[in-house]
């Protein structure tokens, strides 16, 4: 018969050695969550003050207990500010650390504080009001990025530049247009973000466990308490519901990608092969083995950010799928994606919004290049149809003869002579070099939403007002 210390050990060796007390060591480590949900104190205890007030006001706990109540509350709230509060793994989470606490300090009537609510309510309300609280920030960061792009956008309004379609030169544009289209890419991001807001501003707590309560709650009384705009109608609903937390996910993940997009923009414009922008020091880095490089790591990191929230995104999808009404202990697992795409988008969005004020516009590369490529091909093609009243597919046809024309003596469409063009077609006349230039091509643009500097402008004071 072997003694107990071999049984121990051997016990020890099948759990692994990290989890040295056996089992129970393993269901501490996989059931707490107080590592990650401690960063829900605030909006915790701002919803247990506002549920006491609730139970008072209706009659179900006394004034005295309230009172209690919400002294102790503050008392934690200053505790854990001043970093003084000890957070207990064995309490497993905030609600039970919180609860733990203000029963040491005011006694039996902590115990009243959880009248007509469970757990399931409390962190719906809790997780609700942070991700609230943080659609807000975001909606707050949007809008100073979509100023930085309205203030590039006015500052270079006429400066020229090659438009692109699979990366390759196709018209010319100016960049003031070209910022144009991150801000209506980031006001949707914005308007999503309001409507997300619409969407979660209805208050859980008062939902209990999954079927209410028998005790006379007065659930509007909370939700106005806590800003909310009503209760949840639905009981079962609300505590199964992370459809914000998803939300919030697929928010961030769109903004992410176009964050992404302006991400890599900023690093092929900032090469040498195209030069187009400068980024600073602030923003850069340099080679440890190549003196002459500098890197835009700012801007590469924030592409790489898009990964990492697409990930937390997809998780909590995956998370959530299978699972049955009500609540389940799976739903542990949305607070770590949402904290971390949530970190992750805030700081994505601050390093753009310092990249698009900081970089250096090279306007001089910029209309080089915008020329290139025979960019004013389809400014021929149009002119072709407008004056000489052909068939827009013979004049295409007749301007990609001048494009061929032109390569073979090694110049631009601009720089063919007239008896050259005249050649190709007898209707072309001396007026077609007015919108062979990039300068023209872009001041044709005119149709709304164009690249014409007029249209550009317009469109700013249009965002400016709505900002």
């Not at 059931?31 to 009659?59: P, T, W």
């Not at 002294?71 to 309490?91: C, P, Q």
């Not at 090694?410 to 008896?419: H, K, M, P, Y």
């Amino acid at each position: 018969m072997a003694d107990g210390t071999s049984e121990t050990k051997s016990s020890n060796q099948m759990w692994g050695g990290r989890f040295a007390s056996g089992p129970d060591a393993i269901m501490e480590e996989i059931n707490a969550s107080i590592g990650f949900d401690k960063k829900l104190y605030a909006q915790d205890i701002r919803g247990s003050k506002a549920h006491a007030e609730m139970l008072a006001h209706q009659g179900i706990i006394s004034a005295d207990d309230k009172e209690k109540i919400v002294h102790g509350l503050d008392t934690i709230l200053s505790e854990i500010e001043s970093g003084n509060f000890e957070f207990s793994r064995k309490l497993e989470d905030i609600h039970m650390n919180v609860e733990a606490r203000l029963a040491t300090l005011i006694g039996p009537a902590a115990g009243r504080l959880h009248t007509a609510r469970s757990r399931n309510d409390q962190v719906a309300l809790d997780f609700r009001l942070w991700v609230k609280e943080e659609l807000q920030r975001t909606e707050k960061a949007l809008t100073g990025l979509i100023a930085a792009f309205l203030d590039r956008a006015e500052e270079h309004a006429e400066t020229v530049m090659p438009g692109f379609t699979h990366l390759q030169t196709a018209q010319p544009v100016t960049f003031g247009h070209h910022c144009m289209a991150y801000v209506e890419m980031f006001g949707r991001d914005r308007q999503r973000v309001r409507h997300a807001i619409e969407h979660l501003d209805e208050s859980p707590i008062g939902a209990a466990a999954l079927a209410g309560t028998g005790y006379d709650i007065d659930r509007h009384m909370t939700a106005k308490a806590l800003g909310f705009r009503e209760p949840t109608r639905n009981s079962i609903d609300t505590v199964s519901d992370r459809d914000f937390a998803l939300e919030f996910l697929s928010i961030a993940a769109i903004a992410s990608v176009h964050l992404s997009r302006l991400a890599e923009e900023i690093v092929i414009w900032s090469t040498p092969q195209f030069g187009f922008i400068r980024l600073s020091d602030a923003f850069s880095t340099g080679s440890s083995i190549m003196p002459q490089k500098k890197n835009p790591d700012a801007a590469e990191l924030v592409r790489a950010k898009t990964g990492r929230i697409n990930g937390s995104l997809i998780a909590l999808l995956t998370v959530m799928k299978g699972l049955p009404l009500a609540y389940s202990k799976d739903m542990q697992e949305d607070k770590e994606q949402v904290f971390d795409a949530a970190e992750s988008l805030e700081l994505a969005i601050a390093a753009m919004t310092g990249m698009v004020r900081d970089m250096t516009i090279r306007s001089d590369r910029m209309k080089a290049a915008a020329g290139s490529g025979y960019s004013t091909a389809t400014d021929l093609a149009d002119w072709l149809v407008r004056e000489a009243g052909l068939p827009f597919r013979d004049a295409h046809h007749v301007t990609g003869r001048a494009v061929a024309l032109a390569e073979g003596k090694g110049c631009d469409l601009a720089e063919l002579s007239l008896e050259d063009l005249q050649a190709i077609h007898a209707a072309i006349t001396a007026d077609v070099y007015n919108v062979l230039t990039v300068e023209a091509s872009v001041a044709s643009r005119k149709s709304y939403g164009g690249t014409a500097p007029s249209e550009v402008r317009k469109q700013i004071a249009w965002w400016r007002q709505r900002n």
